[in-house]
């Protein structure tokens, strides 16, 4: 089968080896930030492994962002969580979203001088959080939020940039709720998932109007989407990738390939994706990498 290569985008600059990164993603601009505290320590989990938890509380943390060539540092002040997700906003600010130091969840904004402007509750169990350039924030979630919390019941929010609830995502008749987001896509005014338990494709425009496509593939673990164009990778571990075009109500599988690291080595393992329009950007869980696959 055809393979694909990724493409590096931004790497984690080697200064920063010693510290630990909380959270990583790439943002509505392309820029790779990196969330990192400078003392933490190291919790087990029942299943093996472990985790990364901030020393105490409150806590300064830095955010190092890169576009591939410059990089920025800045520091955010008086942290009182362990975020599992950030993104930045329009005006030079940050949401970090996690849990506290008694594992309350709970959302906060930083401005640009690195304070905190803001708390917030987006709910639990929370798949991702992505953020666009025109002040729209859009909030995934999986079932252990969605069954018990009734922020988190919509599985799909959208806030203003200020961290107010805006929509929630309510299915048509005859449509299957969402209970876990698997694969999620945000660009200027839109967000795009695929759902279990019946996949279909959603599109949710921010002034409120939702289109769903039928979809064929189960289970992707990210998208990329560009007109009437779509790619789906799928989440087996094998770099699956579905080229897709969109009708007005389903979607089309068009060519099939297999994405590989940028040197043509397999993509296997643990990956996260976060997608970005027409960009679908790719980091192995082993390192600190961003790459990018684009339509």
Same mark, same amino acid.
């Given at each position: #089968?055809?393979?694909v290569?990724?493409?590096?985008?931004?790497?984690?600059?080697?200064?920063?080896?010693?510290?630990?990164?909380? !959270?990583?993603?790439? $943002?509505?601009w392309?820029? /790779?930030?990196?969330?990192?505290?400078?003392?933490?320590g190291?919790v087990?989990?029942t299943?093996?492994?472990? *985790?990364?938890?901030?020393?105490?509380?409150?806590?300064?943390?830095?955010?190092v962002? &890169?576009?591939?060539?410059a990089?920025?540092e800045?520091?955010?002040?008086g942290?009182?969580?362990? +975020?599992s997700?950030? $993104?930045?906003?329009?005006?030079?600010?940050?949401l970090?979203? @996690?849990r506290t !130091?008694?594992h309350?969840?709970?959302a906060? %904004?930083?401005?640009?001088? @690195?304070?905190r402007?803001?708390?917030?509750?987006?709910?639990? !169990?929370v798949?991702?959080? =992505?953020?666009?350039?025109?002040?729209?924030l859009? &909030? /995934?979630y999986?079932?252990?939020?969605?069954?018990?919390? +009734? %922020? &988190?019941a919509?599985?799909l929010?959208?806030?203003?940039? @200020?961290g107010?609830?805006?929509?929630?995502y309510s299915? +048509?008749p005859?449509?299957? *709720? %969402?209970?876990?987001?698997? !694969?999620f896509?945000?660009?200027?005014r #839109?967000?795009w998932?695929?759902?279990?338990?019946?996949?279909?494709? =959603?599109?949710?425009? /921010?002034?409120g109007?939702?289109?769903?496509?039928?979809n064929?593939?189960?289970?992707?673990?990210?998208?990329?989407?560009?007109?009437d164009r779509?790619?789906?990778l799928?989440?087996d571990?094998? @770099?699956? =990738?579905h080229?897709c075009?969109?009708?007005?109500?389903?979607?089309?599988?068009?060519d099939e390939?297999?994405?590989?690291r940028?040197?043509?080595?397999?993509l296997r393992g643990r %990956?996260?994706?976060?997608g970005?329009g027409?960009?679908? *950007?790719?980091r +192995?869980?082993?390192?600190w990498?961003?790459?990018?696959?684009?339509?």
């Amino acid at each position: #089968m055809r393979q694909v290569a990724l493409l590096s985008h931004a790497r984690l600059p080697r200064q920063y080896d010693d510290r630990q990164v909380l !959270a990583t993603t790439v $943002d509505a601009w392309g820029r /790779a930030q990196w969330f990192l505290c400078p003392q933490v320590g190291l919790v087990p989990v029942t299943h093996g492994g472990h *985790y990364a938890r901030p020393s105490r509380y409150p806590y300064d943390g830095v955010l190092v962002s &890169s576009d591939g060539t410059a990089v920025r540092e800045r520091v955010l002040r008086g942290v009182d969580l362990r +975020p599992s997700h950030l $993104d930045t906003l329009p005006n030079e600010r940050v949401l970090l979203q @996690g849990r506290t !130091a008694d594992h309350a969840g709970g959302a906060q %904004i930083y401005g640009r001088d @690195g304070r905190r402007r803001r708390s917030f509750d987006m709910g639990t !169990a929370v798949e991702q959080v =992505l953020a666009d350039r025109h002040h729209h924030l859009w &909030s /995934a979630y999986f079932d252990e939020g969605v069954y018990v919390d +009734p %922020i &988190s019941a919509s599985g799909l929010v959208r806030w203003d940039s @200020g961290g107010n609830r805006q929509w929630g995502y309510s299915a +048509p008749p005859g449509v299957a *709720y %969402i209970d876990t987001v698997y !694969a999620f896509n945000v660009d200027d005014r #839109m967000a795009w998932a695929v759902y279990y338990p019946t996949f279909p494709l =959603l599109q949710a425009h /921010a002034d409120g109007r939702v289109r769903l496509r039928r979809n064929p593939l189960g289970r992707p673990s990210g998208l990329a989407v560009h007109g009437d164009r779509l790619l789906l990778l799928g989440c087996d571990g094998t @770099g699956s =990738l579905h080229y897709c075009r969109l009708t007005d109500d389903e979607v089309v599988v068009v060519d099939e390939a297999v994405l590989t690291r940028p040197d043509g080595g397999p993509l296997r393992g643990r %990956i996260q994706t976060v997608g970005r329009g027409r960009h679908l *950007y790719v980091r +192995p869980a082993s390192g600190w990498t961003w790459h990018v696959l684009s339509l």
